[in-house]
């Protein structure tokens, strides 16, 4: 198992640096056992057999482009803010393990679907069927998705705000200059946690049901 740790990161490092560390680096001081290169070579070649020499790694990121290819978003002015924020889901996505359940293409498009009901953009049946059949996803599984990127995005806030209300408490106490840093502080984060994150996530469980299956109507 040490030996296919060292080689997995020999190879990360050999495809994302442009100065590969040295073995010796990238072995745990105080180890069981040190590798010499040769070893590692040899593990790192099983380690490419059973990957099949694939070493992309696919994520839901992958696909966004992609489907805003499948809406014409590529005319669309805000485009690149778009895609910037189904970026932003995707990887707080990818945080929650429920999420690993699912292929990174039904994530791409809960991401999506997340995000257009956000922005209020393309909110129509025809550009979700677009984006479904796009991505060659089933409905069903992308609107399971949806379901935990909704709670995803929901705890998030919960934590921002959790954060924000800690460190305003602990400059009550402090000068007048800090409770003036305090106020303004809360009232700035709070506008930017509100634009990052409008939409659904605030919304009652009954609204968001509602949302949910005009999303994915059943007929």
């Not at 990957?51 to 690149?80: F, N």
């Not at 699912?102 to 393309?122: G, W």
């Not at 089933?138 to 379901?147: I, S, W």
Request: hydrophobic letters at 40%; glycine letters at 6%.
């Amino acid at each position: 198992m040490q030996l296919a740790s060292v080689a997995c990161l020999s190879l990360a490092a050999k495809m994302e640096e442009t100065h590969v560390p040295l073995l010796l680096d990238l072995q745990v001081k105080g180890a069981e056992y040190v590798f010499d290169a040769g070893t590692v070579q040899r593990m790192e070649l099983i380690v490419l057999g059973a990957l099949k020499w694939r070493m992309i790694t696919v994520t839901p990121v992958s696909y966004i482009h992609h489907g805003a290819r499948t809406l014409g978003l590529q005319h669309y002015h805000h485009c690149r803010n778009f895609i910037l924020r189904c970026s932003e889901v995707a990887l707080c996505a990818v945080k929650d393990p429920r999420t690993l359940g699912f292929r990174p293409s039904v994530v791409a498009a809960a991401t999506m679907m997340c995000t257009m009901r956000e922005t209020k953009a393309l909110e129509n049946a025809g550009c979700e069927s677009r984006l479904l059949s796009g991505l060659k996803v089933d409905k069903v599984a992308v609107r399971k998705c949806y379901h935990f990127l909704q709670e995803s995005l929901g705890k998030t806030i919960t934590c921002k705000r959790r954060a924000l209300n800690s460190y305003s408490s602990s400059l009550v106490h402090g000068s007048p200059q800090g409770v003036l840093n305090s106020n303004f502080s809360c009232n700035s984060d709070y506008s930017t946690v509100n634009c990052a994150f409008t939409g659904p996530s605030f919304e009652t469980s009954g609204a968001k049901k509602r949302k949910i299956e005009d999303l994915f109507p059943t007929h």
